[in-house]
């Protein structure tokens, strides 16, 4: 079955750290450019970061220094560590794979940053 699974959502105060995972099952994994996007509410889905095949990241000028992708292709995983959390980093993130015309999109996990 192919398919993208994230975890490690949550609640954290503001300056917290969570770290973000996606399990992904049915592709090719090593192939595949992967990313995190986020939608806050009302507002349209961005990206995050994004890490390519060959493991080069990409951030968003807004997480940039905070936030850190990367891929373990042995175990068919990426991850998002995020530090010096914001409130404004709330949202539901999804974890993507894109590979040509190919491209899937995981369910989504809510971060909310609060106090």
């Known amino acids: 079955q192919v398919q993208l699974v994230e975890s490690g959502g949550g609640l954290v105060q503001p300056g917290g750290s969570l770290r973000l995972s996606c399990a992904a099952s049915?592709?090719?994994?090593?192939?595949?450019?992967l990313g995190w996007y986020r939608q806050a509410p009302g507002k349209k889905r961005e990206l995050v970061a994004t890490i390519t095949s060959g493991g080069n990241p990409n951030y968003a000028d807004s997480v940039k220094g905070r936030f850190t992708i990367s891929r373990d292709n042995a175990k068919t995983m990426v991850s998002l560590q995020m530090n010096s959390l914001k409130p404004e980093d709330t949202a539901v993130y999804y974890c993507?794979?894109?590979?040509?015309?190919?491209?899937?999109w995981g369910q989504g996990t809510q971060v909310t940053v609060s106090s």
């Open positions: 993507n794979a894109k590979l040509g015309p190919s491209e899937l």
């Open positions: 049915g592709i090719i994994f090593s192939f595949f450019i």
